[in-house]
């Protein structure tokens, strides 16, 4: 290969357009964190039931409260993924991905064919299964690509969350935008949307997810995160300027075409971003390349090492066979420093996971219970079809707002004035309690407001959630406990939406309708039930603080410095080293990796 780049540092136009660069492009960091972004950007289908939970309560004859366990059912699965982090722990990522792909397939193409007539009304037992095998999907792709994008950059992953996760608060709006703009205005059609289109993102980037080897020169490079984060904020810009233009002005079939067309440009802009990282490292391999190599001859020591273990015995052979059977309930109670390693048993077990998994079945469950009755409360409160669609895509533009900046603020407050991650999700729980109460009481146009609040407060804690549990527990199991984590959710949402909001909607909708089960209008349809979640939400900011106190030594410190002593940089220069050396011609190198070469 010819490397001519000048004393400039640029690259023949020939370079840049080979093959070899292609794969190089593929096959980078970078490349694989723009794939785990389309991913999340089709992994939000949940978000959007509102859209489509009425057409499935007309065409199938459900009541509220039915509606509601539906819904139960669907985040269930997309928040219990127990079995993905499982799976991930022994697989690679790509599997993960395309079990994924699968499932979503299935299960909303079952629902679609449902709430069309296209085959028999299911049962609700059907309908629950068939919207929490769609749903679980969402765990799987979160696992296979958000889980894999953090542990390559272990010392950013408050940024990869935000940014990550703020692609998926994004993902119910872009929705919104594209079934229009290919179906019409068919809400029925947004579920064959969803079952398509993740699946077939995910098949396409299936090889490109995978864990990289670390070293603190590419993994701590954020300068492309905040490129990836000004783009995605000119995304979020974008969908919330055609939202309201669209609430405004009538749109025409072709107008709704043109505005996905640039919605598709905007998520494929970081692109840019990943070719020009890419540029970058060619030129300076190029560079290394031009400068004279150092060759380092070591001896091997002869020396016995004073760490070798004594020859192996039976006596502790038969000891641990003895052992074996109570060893992992001894240690289960026996956990490490706190950011070392947990086992998955030590970190289920332990008081800082039990506070965290409570404050986020309050919280979470609140705020999830509102998005999900978006719908209906609109409705309630008497607000036009339009201006509930509206609701739905604020909600989801500052659900990405939320998540980006709890990620990203987190971050940098985080390493400069060591602010410790569970203030963070204290603040966010009680700024959600005001959402809650503008619900509450149905204040004339507050519903807007309302959902701004509560759209940023649900994105704002799960970045925090994930970040925490990495930071406290280790990363060596992370992918079975950041889904562990998700299990409060759906617990949070069957107590809060199921068995009070569900229940009381529907004893004050037969209260106006004489008996039948009707739909219910006006502020007293949801006052009590957000009462009730707000003084639940309330509880559960009272009680994360307990984890504030809990780890505010471990936060004082500096939480990454075990990433940047172990980075393994010595074996990159190694790699340029042996480049230098082919290229001139040598042939033998006798070399053993040491902390003093750095040439």
């Known amino acids: 290969m010819v490397f001519a780049g000048g004393m400039d540092g640029g690259l023949p136009m020939r370079q840049i357009l080979s093959p070899s660069f292609a794969a190089q492009v593929v096959r980078g960091r970078w490349f694989m964190v723009f794939a785990c972004l389309l991913i999340m950007s089709a992994a939000g289908a949940t978000y959007i039931f509102s859209i489509y939970s009425k057409d499935i309560k007309s065409t199938l004859g459900y009541n509220q409260q039915t509606l509601n366990t539906l819904s139960f059912f669907k985040d269930l699965g997309a928040n219990v993924g127990i079995l993905s982090g499982l799976i991930n722990e022994v697989t690679p990522p790509w599997v993960v991905l395309l079990i994924g792909a699968g499932m979503n397939l299935f299960g909303y193409l079952m629902i679609y064919l449902a709430i069309t007539g296209r085959i028999a009304a299911p049962r609700v037992w059907m309908m629950c299964l068939y919207i929490c095998i769609g749903a679980n999907s969402q765990s799987f792709a979160n696992t296979g690509a958000l889980v894999t994008c953090v542990k390559n950059f272990p010392e950013s992953r408050g940024t990869v969350l935000g940014l990550l996760k703020g692609f998926v608060g994004l993902s119910g709006v872009i929705f919104t935008q594209l079934y229009v703009a290919i179906y019409g205005d068919d809400s029925k059609s947004v579920v064959l949307l969803i079952a398509w289109l993740p699946a077939a993102i995910s098949i396409v980037f299936v090889h490109t997810i995978r864990i990289m080897p670390y070293t603190s020169s590419e993994a701590r490079n954020t300068k492309p995160f905040f490129c990836f984060l000004y783009i995605s904020i000119a995304l979020a810009v974008f969908l919330l300027i055609m939202t309201i233009v669209q609430k405004l002005v009538q749109f025409s079939h072709s107008a709704y075409v043109m505005s996905a067309f640039i919605l598709t440009l905007i998520l494929f802009l970081p692109l840019a971003v990943v070719i020009k990282e890419e540029?970058?490292?060619?030129?300076?391999?190029?560079?290394?390349?031009?400068?004279?190599?150092?060759?380092?001859?070591?001896?091997?020591?002869?020396?016995?090492?004073?760490?070798?273990?004594?020859?192996?015995?039976?006596?502790?052979?038969?000891?641990?066979?003895?052992?074996?059977?109570?060893?992992?309930?001894?240690?289960?109670?026996?956990?490490?420093?706190?950011?070392?390693?947990y086992s998955i048993l030590q970190a289920l077990v332990s008081i800082d996971m039990l506070i965290l998994f409570f404050a986020t079945i309050c919280g979470v469950g609140g705020t999830l219970t509102a998005i999900d009755n978006m719908g209906q409360i609109g409705q309630s409160l008497r607000y036009p079809a339009k201006s509930i669609n509206t609701f739905v895509s604020l909600i989801s533009i500052w659900n990405y707002a939320g998540r980006v900046t709890s990620g990203y603020v987190s971050e940098i407050v985080l390493s400069k004035y060591k602010f410790p991650r569970p203030l963070a999700l204290t603040l966010v729980l009680l700024l959600s309690c005001v959402g809650h109460l503008l619900i509450a009481f149905g204040i004339p146009q507050s519903l807007y407001l309302a959902s701004v609040i509560i759209g940023f407060c649900f994105g704002a804690q799960w970045p925090l959630l994930f970040a925490i549990i990495s930071e406290v527990f280790g990363l060596k199991y992370y992918s079975t406990l950041y889904n562990f984590g998700s299990v409060a959710s759906p617990i949070g949402l069957y107590i809060l939406n199921v068995r009070v909001t569900g229940h009381l909607y529907d004893v004050e909708a037969r209260k106006q309708n004489a008996g039948k089960d009707l739909t219910c209008i006006g502020v007293q349809c949801f006052k009590m039930s957000f009462i009730i979640i707000t003084a639940v939400t309330a509880l559960g900011a009272m009680v994360s603080l307990l984890l504030v106190w809990r780890t505010r030594k471990f936060y004082g410190g500096d939480i990454y410095a075990k990433f940047r002593e172990s980075a393994p940089t010595e074996m990159t220069v190694e790699s340029v080293n042996m480049e230098k050396i082919e290229k001139n011609g040598v042939n033998e190198k006798q070399k053993e990796p040491s902390s003093e070469n750095k040439g």
């Open 279 to 341: 540029v970058k490292n060619l030129i300076r391999r190029n560079k290394e390349l031009e400068t004279p190599p150092t060759i380092t001859i070591e001896k091997p020591s002869t020396a016995p090492n004073p760490s070798s273990p004594p020859s192996p015995s039976l006596k502790p052979e038969n000891n641990s066979s003895s052992n074996g059977r109570f060893s992992c309930i001894t240690n289960m109670f026996k956990p490490p420093a706190m950011g070392d390693d």
